[in-house]
């Protein structure tokens, strides 16, 4: 049978039509959902640097995760996959467990030395056989020991007095430190915000704040352990993680009203003593340009309260691992 020629055509329109569409489907199909990520765990330091760990953790990642409070050597017990420190404790803590990568620089903190204008204090000479407070063997020390050092001093020029026993029946208190300056138990204080600013009030005129950013800041780091960043779904899991955390920054940066409480919640601090040490941190996201410049200085440091040799620079920078973010960052 002869089929008319208007109506063949008609047909090879609609059979290219329709393989068209077939292909624009194909094109456009969505891909294949992903399987679920496996669980993490999350631990970290609990200052104010934390906060956006908090806030990725409570209210970007796909899984809400509680974050209890530990540090990098939470990872070498196995108590934790992600833990956040300054890099003073990576550096502590890589002697024991050389698979520790830092893989975001969550916060930056500006440290300050606050003291007494009554014990002779106005600037950094000043502090030449003073008294200090000042946790031992922490990223808050070390700025305490650079401040010295960028003044002529040495460590052993100052005494490091032990923080004093809460007082019988007291409350407890997260200013201790402080207080005890206050009382005049020490001449000066290097420790993490906010307590600094709670220094400064309770010291009102007599305060005298020594602060130098280009002397050194803190980076607090998380961190992961290499074996599980080679592995694909443990590695999926934590870039995303890493991402939430971005989101978070961003979040904080834009408007940190809607996040105080739960903040507030986690760390023990009001909102408005969060607030006091906000001026003193920033969030990078991105793992610190000098992060290998820091870790080579401090070294040397650290390596002498343990007595041991100081690593070199090629093996410090096994340490740093800017794949993770850097993937992280690229999904967005």
């Known amino acids: 049978m002869m089929i ?39 631990a970290g330091a609990r200052w104010i640097e934390l906060s956006p760990v908090l806030v990725a953790a409570n209210s970007f990642y796909p899984q809400k995760i509680t974050v209890p409070s530990g540090g990098v050597v939470s990872i070498t017990r196995n108590e934790t996959d992600l833990a956040t420190n300054a890099e ?18 969550v916060s930056e903190s500006f440290y ?14 000043d502090l030449k056989g003073k008294r200090v407070l000042v946790p031992r063997n922490t990223s808050a020390q070390y700025y305490m020991v650079a ?25 407890p208190s997260k200013f201790r430190m402080a207080e005890a300056l206050a009382r005049g138990e020490a001449d000066f204080m290097a420790t993490f915000e906010p307590e600094p600013e709670q220094a400064v009030r309770l010291l009102g005129k007599d305060a005298i704040v020594l602060q130098d950013r280009k002397v050194y800041r803190e980076a607090f780091n998380l961190h992961a352990r290499a074996p599980d960043l080679a592995d694909p779904e ?21 408007d940190p009203t809607p996040y105080l409480a739960h903040i ?30 820091v870790l080579e200085t401090e070294e ?8 041991r040799a100081p690593r070199s620079r090629a093996q410090l920078e096994k340490f740093i691992d800017r794949s993770v973010v850097k993937e992280a960052m690229a999904s967005r």
């Open 300 to 307: 040397v440091w650290v390596a002498s309260l343990t007595n």
């Open 264 to 293: 507030s919640s986690v760390l023990g601090f009001t909102e408005e003593q969060i607030k006091w040490g906000w001026p003193e941190t920033k969030f990078p996201v991105e793992i610190i340009p000098d992060m290998l410049d």
């Open 147 to 171: 401040m010295l050092r960028s003044a002529g001093l040495k460590e052993e020029d100052v005494t490091v007095v032990n923080l004093p026993a809460a007082p019988a029946g007291a409350p």
């Open 88 to 105: 003073t404790q990576l550096l502590r803590e890589s002697v024991n467990n050389p698979d520790l990568r830092i893989i975001m620089t």
């Open 112 to 125: 300050r030395l606050v003291g007494r204008r009554s014990s002779g204090i106005s600037k950094l000479a």
């Open 4 to 42: 008319n020629r208007p109506f063949r055509n008609l047909s090879r329109v609609a059979l290219l039509a329709l393989v068209g569409l077939t292909a624009f489907s194909c094109a456009t199909a969505p891909p294949p959902p992903q399987a679920p990520l496996v669980p993490i765990r999350v």
């Open 234 to 254: 443990k590695r999926r899991a934590i870039v995303a993680f890493v991402k939430a955390a971005a989101q978070a920054t961003r979040a904080l940066q834009k």
